[in-house]
């Protein structure tokens, strides 16, 4: 990617240097009027010398500079005062501009014919000079138009350009032809046609290379790289999709002017993460001092590797001044993707590792073997509505795997761990809150436990709300949806959502594992809550679309576990600020002392595959203020 930026900016730089070759005084307004007045002596002279065999006699030449001095005035004046004489802009001068100029010339031309017809005291001048000059000056006036024109198109046309061969019929591919001629985009090599008649025809100035059968063999001669699609019949269409595509050249469909107003042509683009959030939080680029000196040479395990944040933080990582990174998921799909994806990294040692948090072996054997100084765990089970129907495989890797790895990280002597939860831990009403919360609770028990130990190790928590583009947000299933033609499903017309991009989410995790914690909580100011319906407005009208009239918003009710409104933390919560600005810290609360024996009964039930209400009413005693939602629901559904 960095060498098509280059080679870009190698294009444009290219262009500009062609382009000062045109001083900017020539494109001014006044400069076109002096132009046309030139022109029109220019046509004078030559009218005068055509009429007369190219010698001019001294009586005739008096009269021609007379009548020089009235047409260098009055054809520019004209132009002047014609509505849109001045207004058309040469560098896309056509056929059509050429006989607005004869028709807006034509009245000097005819006045000037009435004076020398009526008026007896004006100098001599034939008839037929008058008509030559008219022609002369129509001639000229347009050569200088067309130049500058040709000129436009030399200076603003790239070196290299997509080779591309238009398909249609007879009526279609000459309004291609026009449509493409000014596009910088592409180079029309050639026209294909549905009429064999036309083979070896000229449309438009563009050659009809052969028709649909003979096309496989004009993409490779001709070296095609697009193929454009204008007004051809679906066999044809069909035959050009297979045929293109099996020699992988692109395709492009261009509609007609029929099609695009009547509205069978809909204007779509692609939406970015980017877009969604400019304006709502400031991109940070340099790593902050202490971040640098905190990862300084240190070997980092990462759980969770090949998700969408485990990812951000592999990247992110790898920026800093690391030792090793031990990258750690369960699919090992994943983390081929990410080593292709990151390629390889001179001085800096990445090691993959396909294991299960859950597996206590596995996990020393790692911890072991790799001597992580960081742990930063992404790892865990997050979609709510799956999760309420799965309570024991939540609490075994949500809160079972927490614990194997907050133990194995105590007992090698890591100096940190920080472990990422969710503002659904806040009262939560989810099987998936609630074991996030618990896990906090653990590691905040962990660390109360190592505290004062000699090599302890810091805990720490980072709370996220949404996390725009990552697997199964909000964001790529809207995308899917507008894609697909609506509706966009919306649980509740009022439920709010906090959200946060994925660098911002690792940010904050990279920040949160520097600061010397006890198992406190940290999370990102993420400004006011936002409604799902309107975010979902907003993507329709980035993707160019208008909601409700071209993409339909229904609503789909609640599904299991969700709540209307998140919160970031507690009522009663002590929230204060850190050395990082825009990241506040909830301080850890006093783990109560039952809860290490609620815990063991929690993971022993989930062990043994209680059934879910039994898990849910082992997460309803512990103090972590669960509350689950009983009430009927709709069945899951496709929403935020």
């Known amino acids: 990617m960095e060498h098509l930026h280059e080679l870009q900016a190698v294009t444009d730089q290219k262009r500009e240097r062609r382009g000062d070759l045109i001083p900017s005084w020539l494109l001014h307004g006044y400069v076109r009027i002096l132009l046309d007045a030139l022109t029109a002596a220019i046509a004078m002279i030559d009218a005068y010398a055509l009429r007369f065999d190219f010698h001019i006699e001294p009586k005739m030449q008096h009269s021609m500079w007379t009548w020089l001095c009235v047409v260098v005035i009055l054809r520019p004046l004209s132009l002047h005062l014609t509505p849109g004489g001045y207004q058309a802009t040469w560098r896309f001068f056509d056929i059509r501009d050429a006989l607005r100029l004869a028709l807006r010339s034509l009245p000097v031309t005819v006045f000037l014919l009435l004076v020398r017809w009526s008026i007896p005291g004006v100098p001599v001048v034939p008839y037929s000079v008058l008509i030559l000059e008219f022609s002369s000056f129509l001639i000229l006036a347009s050569a200088v138009r067309l130049t500058r024109r040709l000129a ?13 061969l238009i398909v249609g019929c007879e009526t279609t591919l000459a309004t291609a032809v026009h449509h493409l001629h000014g ?22 100035g563009r050659p009809v290379l052969g028709t649909p059968e003979s096309l496989v063999g004009l993409l490779v001669s001709r070296q095609i790289d697009v193929v454009v699609l204008s007004g051809a019949n679906l066999k044809c269409a069909a035959q050009v999709i297979r045929d293109a595509g099996s020699l992988d050249v692109q395709i492009r469909i261009l509609p007609s002017g029929s099609e695009l107003m009547g509205g069978k042509v809909r204007v779509n683009r692609s939406v970015s993460i980017d877009q969604l959030t400019q304006g709502k939080a400031e991109t940070v680029n340099e790593v902050h001092p202490s971040v640098a000196r905190c990862f300084n040479g240190r070997t980092v395990l990462i759980t969770g590797a090949g998700g969408s944040i485990g990812s951000e933080m592999v990247r992110q990582v790898l920026a800093l001044n690391v030792d090793r990174i031990v990258t750690l998921d369960h699919d090992e799909n994943s983390i081929f993707e990410l080593l292709n994806d990151i390629g390889s990294l001179e001085g800096k040692e990445i090691v993959p590792v396909v294991g299960n948090i859950r597996d206590h072996e596995a996990l020393h054997r790692t911890f072991e073997l790799h001597r992580p100084q960081i742990v930063l765990h992404a790892a865990a089970y997050k979609h709510v509505p799956v999760m309420e129907g799965n309570c024991c495989e939540a609490v075994l890797n949500n809160v079972g795997g927490t614990r194997e790895l907050a133990d194995a990280a105590i007992e090698f002597g890591c100096e940190r761990l920080v472990m990422i939860s969710t503002d659904k831990a806040v009262n939560p009403s989810s099987v998936m809150g609630a074991t996030k919360r618990t896990a906090e609770l653990l590691i905040q028990q962990r660390a109360d436990e190592n505290y004062g130990k000699s090599h302890k190790t810091h805990f720490a928590c980072v709370r996220f709300g949404n996390v725009l583009g990552s697997r199964g947000s909000v964001v790529p299933i809207f995308l899917r949806q507008i894609a697909a033609g609506g509706p966009v499903t919306i649980t509740h017309e009022e439920m709010t959502r906090y959200f946060m991009t994925i660098p911002q989410a690792v940010r904050l995790v990279l920040q949160a594992a520097t600061l010397a914690s006890r198992g406190d909580v940290y999370l990102l100011d993420m400004g006011d809550p936002v409604k799902i319906i309107d975010f979902a407005k907003d993507i329709i009208r980035l993707a160019g ?25 507690r009522e009663d919560a002590l929230v204060s600020t850190t050395a990082f600005r825009d990241v506040f810290q909830v ?17 022993s039930a989930a062990r043994g595959r ?15 203020d669960y509350c689950p939602q009983r009430a009927d629901v709709a069945p899951m559904a496709i929403a935020n």
């Open 587 to 603: 301080k850890a609360t006093e783990v109560p002392a039952e809860f290490p024996r609620l815990l063991a009964d929690l993971e």
């Open 183 to 204: 596009c910088r985009e592409a180079q029309v090599i050639g026209l294909v046609s549905e009429d064999q008649r036309l083979a070896g025809a000229n449309i438009a």
């Open 545 to 569: 679309l208008t909601p409700e009239k071209d993409i339909e918003i229904t609503f789909v009710g609640a599904r299991p576990g969700e709540k209307l409104h998140e919160k970031l933390w």
């Open 610 to 624: 209680k059934s879910d209400v039994a898990i849910q009413e082992l997460l309803c005693r512990l103090p972590i």
């Open 152 to 164: 436009y198109e030399a200076v603003s046309r790239p070196t290299e350009r997509p080779r591309a």
